[in-house]
């Protein structure tokens, strides 16, 4: 993975986060903690749910219900930041 700056990510807001739920359009983004993660590519993230978490949304709140911790962002490189 590369270390790009956060700040020189491209900002996205939660409308256009709302719209890769990989139903309305092919891709599967998901936000946590301020930070936009492209789950496309993962195996676990098919037609935009994961067990009960769907894409497309910021899931910071929803994550202490899941089975593992923050470290599973670890594995995916931001694309972008998530504008409040």
């Not at 700056?5 to 599967?28: E, F, H, M, V, W």
């Not at 497309?56 to 911790?69: C, F, I, R, S, V």
Request: glycine residues 6%.
């Amino acid at each position: 993975m590369t270390n790009i700056p956060q700040s020189s990510l491209p900002t996205y807001t939660q409308a256009q986060l709302a719209l890769r739920n990989g139903q309305d359009k092919p891709q599967i983004w998901c936000a946590y903690k301020g930070l936009v993660y492209d789950m496309t590519s993962s195996k676990l993230w098919r037609n935009g749910k994961h067990y009960e978490h769907w894409a497309g949304q910021d899931l910071t709140k929803e994550l202490d219900m899941a089975p593992h911790n923050a470290q599973v962002f670890d594995k995916f490189e931001p694309i972008g930041r998530l504008k409040f």
